[in-house]
């Protein structure tokens, strides 16, 4: 029986072994890099802040694997389109400096996952064609695979028992790494300028609220995990926004007694109306904003004709969501002491 | 002997209201007002497909961009600019023209580089060479730390603290620093070029452009003028595009402009400038051939737009002439201003019927003048050197508001004046403005500059006839 297990041992080993050290770091280090990672980011944008304890511990052990990947996952996750062709750019120049060490090549490879994903697919698969053994590239290979844009089930089964045969207990991540949500700070602001707050805060979350979802747009745009008409979307979803905040800052600005701005904004929220075509979904966002702050204003005339243009949009684009939304505006502006008309 | 002093100091007084009253009148008239029949729009005979091109190119010559397109439509903007859409400056009288201004009787707007420094919550400092009733204006240095030539452009801006920017801030992507350049007199500055009629300096051949020089040649040496063509490295042909003639073709013009003005990559400068890692927010280029979409049927990217709005753009009409414009016109021939700004030239066959084999009037020569120490700035563009300069077009000068490449003057009879180094009067007793901020190579008197025979046949006119020329030329 003992001789049983141990024939069965050596042939789940398969003969095959994962090239040393490319398994997992030494506990020492292991614990480094969890020490890095424990330091939770208080500001997403601050890259400098967030990747800094990587590099340092980069610069500690400079040829370490694994300190390697924690580093560029870092800028990944943190890195916007600059940081990330930096990222790029360095370890391909990493790769070329050591020709004959397979770990840059494959960091060259590793580099370019996420921002030019095929290219890393052709280079990673090349790379096990000629070491078979070489366990990141497996592990890379199939978190790409079981990626939602790149998913190919079989390859990514193939890689993961190739890579947990090499390197039994090991874990694999899960691609793309999730996505920061849209800021809440929008939504807050305009309930706390309709509770009667004080505007100047209000105009500060507006600010805040607007970078956040900058930065959230930015850790989509560079980026193959998502789908082109994802991105088109989200970027839609941020244009539409900046007229919810423009609306909020002109309101703040009113009510904090600024007219000259709340007039200046107005204004160019209505040159940027005028270029927008009137069948761009900004437009609707757009007559709908003015439409309010128009009413608030007692300038009714303007008002209704923002509204006419929404009746012109909604016949040309019927859609339920905006036709409750044209709904509520007209009754708001019909009853002009009501809530969210203050 | 009292008497006599008398009389002298009376004779003194006298001529002194005497030269005072001519003196004044003298003087520029002003942008014209008024519409000009076509300005800014299309040539009338061109096929409807062609129209429509245009029609769609115009749009996005006036698409302001914002850093990734949510602010504004169009992207790409930064990390250092100058302005944020083409027609942001090019404005006066309409699209496509020169820099707008208060001046403006078409279009009376402040300085747009004063807002756009703090739009959308950016954080620059409006550089003082930036007014609000001044001209829109790029920043070139002369010279690099080391003592090295530069001559590029430095932003004026950068989208540091732009809300669509996050994480660009002024500490990782600092605007230059204008006022120590300015003390040490190592900056420059341009102003846009009108860009109507280019078509047709564009389907000049290099033929008509040498022929037309050639023919002055004898008349221009008596008078001191030389010139000669910028060209192209490469293939050796002419370039004409630019204050100093630089650039080949529309496209490279737009090109250029749209990487260096608006900091928008494309597919002839593909890579971003001052890319600071934290402040570059797109792939490059950030403009390019549509091949996943094609909005409205036009695939090309905006660069392509951009030169055909210029080529189909007609070329401003001159107004009707008065009898003094009449006058002046036949004085600006004598005196030998049309010895470099030539009246007509031709183009050669082109595709395009408007552009196809015609006549036409730019008061250039496209080629390029060594100008003196006045008006020197130390900036090589290919094979022009630190004074030389493209002969500025005249046509639509009538409602242009700046005058010269840096626009250090509104006032055209100053722009005359300024094309001699060789006086520091202007030959009626008026003491010349001092421009040496604006002339970092200036020499008093050093008398470099090809046009000061003509500027000294010029001050030579009665005033009544200086006047001639200044109506005529206002009538362009």
């Known amino acids: 029986m003992f001789l049983l297990l141990i024939l069965i041992g050596l042939a789940g080993s398969g003969g095959a072994a994962a090239q040393p050290g490319t398994c997992a770091p030494d506990p020492a280090l292991q614990q480094e890099i969890r020490n890095a990672a424990t330091r939770q980011p208080t500001n997403p944008t601050a890259f400098d802040e967030n990747v800094g304890p990587f590099l340092a511990l980069r610069q500690h052990h400079p040829d370490d694997l694994f300190v390697h990947e924690r580093y560029q996952d870092a800028v990944q996750q943190f890195g916007i389109e600059g940081h990330l062709r930096m990222l790029t750019q360095e370890y391909q120049a990493l790769a070329i400096a050591h020709p004959s060490d397979l770990r840059y090549r494959y960091l060259g490879a590793r580099a370019l996952i996420g921002r030019s994903t095929p290219a ?163 437009y609707w966002d757009a007559s709908a904003a003015l439409a309010r702050l128009y009413a608030e204003a007692n300038q009714q005339e303007l008002a209704a004709q923002k509204l006419d243009f929404m009746r012109q949009f909604l016949s040309s684009h019927p859609d339920n969501r905006r036709a409750r939304q044209l709904e509520e505006l007209q009754k708001v502006i019909a009853n002009p002491a009501g809530p969210g008309m203050s | 002997m009292k008497r006599s002093i008398w009389f002298a100091a009376t004779a003194g007084a006298f001529f002194s209201v005497m030269t005072a009253g001519t003196l004044q009148a003298q003087q520029d008239p002003g942008p014209r007002a008024g519409a000009t029949p076509g300005i800014g729009e299309a040539y009338t005979s061109l096929t409807p497909n062609e129209a429509a091109f245009f029609t769609q190119a115009r749009m996005r010559f006036e698409e302001v961009d914002s850093v990734s397109g949510t602010i504004e439509s169009g992207s790409g903007l930064g990390p250092t600019f100058n302005g944020n859409s083409c027609a942001q400056c090019h404005g006066q009288p309409v699209v496509g023209g020169s820099s707008p201004g208060l001046a403006s009787p078409q279009n009376s707007i402040p300085n747009p580089q004063v807002a756009l420094a703090t739009l959308d919550n950016a954080t620059n400092v409006v550089p003082s060479f930036i007014t609000t009733d001044g001209p829109v204006r790029e920043a ?55 860009v109507f009629g280019l078509g047709l300096v564009e389907s000049t051949p290099d033929a008509v452009l040498q022929a037309s020089l050639a023919a002055t040649q004898s008349a221009r040496s008596r008078l001191g003028i030389g010139g000669s063509f910028n060209s192209s490295g490469n293939d050796g042909t002419i370039t004409r595009f630019g204050w100093k003639a630089q650039n080949k073709s529309l496209l490279m013009f737009a090109g250029e402009a749209y990487n260096v003005e608006q900091g928008v990559s494309n597919e002839l400068f593909t890579n971003e400038r001052a890319a600071v890692s934290g402040c570059v927010f797109n792939g490059s280029p950030e403009d390019a051939t549509l091949i996943d979409e094609a909005p409205e049927g036009n695939d090309s990217g905006d660069l392509v737009n951009f030169a055909i709005f210029m080529r189909f753009l007609s070329p401003p009409a001159p107004a009707a002439q008065s009898n003094s414009a009449q006058n002046g016109a036949s004085r600006f021939t004598a005196i030998g201003c049309a010895l470099c700004h030539t009246a007509t030239l031709s183009t050669g066959p082109s595709q395009y019927s408007p552009l196809n084999s015609v006549s036409y009037h730019p008061y250039s020569d496209f080629a390029i003048h060594h100008m003196g120490s006045g008006l020197a700035d130390g900036i090589n563009q290919g094979a022009a050197g630190p004074d030389q300069f493209r002969t500025a077009p005249l046509w639509g000068l009538g409602q242009r508001l700046f005058f010269l490449h840096d626009g250090r003057t509104a006032d055209l009879l100053e722009a005359i004046e300024a094309h001699s180094d060789c006086d520091s009067s202007n030959g009626n007793g008026r003491r010349r403005r001092d421009f040496s901020f604006f002339g ?15 500027i000294r046949n010029f001050n030579a006119l009665t005033p009544d006839q200086q006047q001639d020329i200044l109506n005529f030329l206002r009538s362009l």
């Open chain 1, 120 to 282: 890393a697919l052709q280079e990673l698969n090349q790379l096990i064609g000629e070491n078979p053994e070489f366990a990141p590239a497996h592990q890379s290979l199939a978190e790409i695979y079981a990626s939602e844009i790149f998913r190919d089930e079989a390859k990514a089964a193939a890689e993961k028992q190739e890579f947990l045969t090499l390197c039994p207990g090991s874990e694999l991540a899960s691609l793309p790494r999730p996505l920061p949500e849209p800021s809440p700070l929008l939504d807050q602001a305009e309930r706390l300028l309709d509770q009667g707050s004080d505007p100047n805060p209000v105009l500060g979350m507006v600010l805040q609220g607007l970078q956040s979802d900058e930065w959230r747009l930015q850790r989509i745009r560079p980026f193959d995990w998502y789908s082109t008409s994802y991105k088109r979307e989200a970027q839609q979803a941020l244009q539409s926004r900046y007229w919810q905040a423009w609306s909020i800052q002109v309101r703040c600005y009113r009510r904090a007694n600024q007219l000259e701005k709340a007039v200046g904004l107005l204004r160019s929220m209505e040159q940027r109306a005028a270029v927008l075509n009137n069948s761009d979904p900004m």
């Open chain 2, 140 to 194: 070139r240095f002369v010279r690099n730390r080391d003592g090295s030539l530069d001559g590029g452009v430095h932003g004026l801006f950068t989208v540091a603290g732009r809300t669509d920017a996050p994480g660009c801030t002024a500490s990782v992507l600092p605007q230059p620093n204008f006022a120590a350049q300015l003390a040490a007199h190592n900056v420059i500055f341009r102003i846009p070029t009108p």
């Open chain 2, 440 to 454: 970092p190579f200036s020499q008093s008197g050093s008398c470099r500059s090809e046009a000061n025979g003509v």
